[in-house]
């Protein structure tokens, strides 16, 4: 079974497959209310713990965090540092958890292997979703009043495409 995670200091999404690409598991772990940097890194080992003791996990896959500064609208320095930090805290738990090395993937090369194509001026993050949406039975998101994606859909898409992507390079290998 692989785990996809999709890391952020915000919101993390995890996704569960299995060797057929069934969704076993797929959940948006909502730390925006977690003030400090290591209660959130409690709160996601807490949340690590509890997935090895209901899943087999043989593979765990981390989305590459972005590592090109953008001035002009882009994340700052400080919230780069600060979301490498995280990654690097979180993908320490799953080897100290798991017992496994995570497999880093950056989100062109996952899109790639998902065959999700983005065009010029669309948004990566509303493509993804619909096209997990659109193709992937048992995906479901729920929607405020207003019409959009409750808070973590984007996560828990990104992080399914994470783990499939994972799972597509274990079949071509």
């Given at each position: 079974m ?6 952020s200091t ?8 299995d ?13 925006r209310k ?6 959130k890194g ?9 997935v090895?003791?209901q899943?087999?996990?043989t593979k765990?896959?981390?989305?590459k965090p972005f ?6 609208r ?9 979301l490498?930090s995280?990654?690097g ?9 798991f ?7 950056s989100?062109q ?39 959009n994606?409750?808070q973590?859909?984007f996560?828990?898409?990104d992080?399914?495409v994470i ?11």
């Amino acid at each position: 079974m692989i785990l996809g995670l999709d890391i952020s200091t915000s919101i993390v999404g995890a996704t569960i497959l299995d060797e057929q690409n069934n969704i076993l598991y797929c959940e948006a772990w909502d730390l925006r209310k977690v003030k400090n940097f290591f209660e959130k890194g409690l709160s996601i080992k807490n949340k690590l713990t509890d997935v090895k003791k209901q899943h087999a996990i043989t593979k765990i896959a981390i989305e590459k965090p972005f590592v090109v500064f953008r001035s002009m609208r882009g994340s700052s320095g400080a919230t780069m540092a600060k979301l490498q930090s995280f990654n690097g805290a979180v993908s320490w738990m799953c080897y100290d958890i798991f017992g496994l090395e995570a497999e880093y993937i950056s989100p062109q090369a996952a899109r790639k292997l998902c065959n999700i194509k983005i065009s010029r001026g669309q948004k990566s993050k509303e493509v993804v979703l619909n096209f997990v949406l659109d193709n992937v039975d048992g995906f479901g998101v729920q929607y405020t009043k207003h019409g959009n994606p409750v808070q973590g859909s984007f996560d828990r898409a990104d992080s399914y495409v994470i783990a499939r992507a994972t799972l597509i390079q274990c079949q071509q290998n």
